[in-house]
């Protein structure tokens, strides 16, 4: 009898640390949600239009298709350098084309 006493006891114990277990952790788990969601703080929305890291997107046709588009997003410092490298590109093709004087042509 003494015996089926312990048993029942110990069982008694173990589900007791079994119930009481998930109510631990969730503590711990919310508690660190909450640490984290007040550590976590959403940037500002940049509303100044001329912002170099405000977003702007263009939508672009797909040659070859009349109705699909292509949506570009980049920030405004990226469209500059998008824009300088394709007038670099198109000065140097012209250029590079141009008839009229040059050496070694006479």
Do not use: Y
Not at 55 to 61: G, L, T
């Amino acid at each position: 009898m003494n015996k089926l006493r312990q048993i029942t006891a110990s069982g008694v114990f173990a589900s007791l640390l079994v119930i009481a277990s998930p109510a631990v952790a969730s503590d711990t788990v919310t508690s660190t949600v909450e640490e984290v969601e007040t550590k976590k703080e959403k940037p500002k929305k940049i509303t100044d239009r001329n912002h170099p890291d405000f977003v702007r997107c263009r939508s672009e046709p797909i040659i070859g298709s009349l109705s699909r588009k292509r949506r570009t997003c980049m920030t405004n410092a990226e469209w500059k350098e998008t824009n300088r490298k394709g007038n670099r590109a198109s000065r140097d093709f012209v250029d590079d084309n141009q008839q009229g004087f040059a050496p070694g042509n006479n």
